[in-house]
């Protein structure tokens, strides 16, 4: 006997379902013992936030931020965790 899965509309195969999704932000190990990111550094970082407008291009934002992170470079602390 064969069983049958129930009936789905169009609409259960494009809703957005939050069941299996993980974050994808994982903590490292920090090998140094002791370092800082400069205010001058975070405060720079937080004034070139997207505005949220419907039509902004994410991605000048993120360059802009990359590459600021990569400025700064601390003995045994890797590039990510330096970004988050």
């Given at each position: 006997?064969?069983?049958r899965r129930?009936?789905?509309?169009t609409?259960d ?7 299996g ?12 013992h002791k370092?800082?990111h400069?205010?001058a550094?975070?405060?720079?970082v937080?004034q ?23 400025t700064l470079?601390?003995?045994?602390v ?6 988050l």
């Amino acid at each position: 006997m064969c069983r049958r899965r129930p009936k789905k509309d169009t609409r259960d195969f494009i809703t957005p379902s939050i069941q299996g999704i993980t974050s994808s932000i994982v903590c490292l190990n920090v090998e140094a013992h002791k370092f800082e990111h400069k205010p001058a550094l975070i405060s720079m970082v937080q004034q070139a936030q997207l505005d949220g407008a419907p039509m902004e291009d994410p991605n000048p934002h993120l360059g802009f931020f990359l590459k600021e992170c990569d400025t700064l470079k601390l003995n045994g602390v890797l590039t990510d965790i330096t970004r988050l």
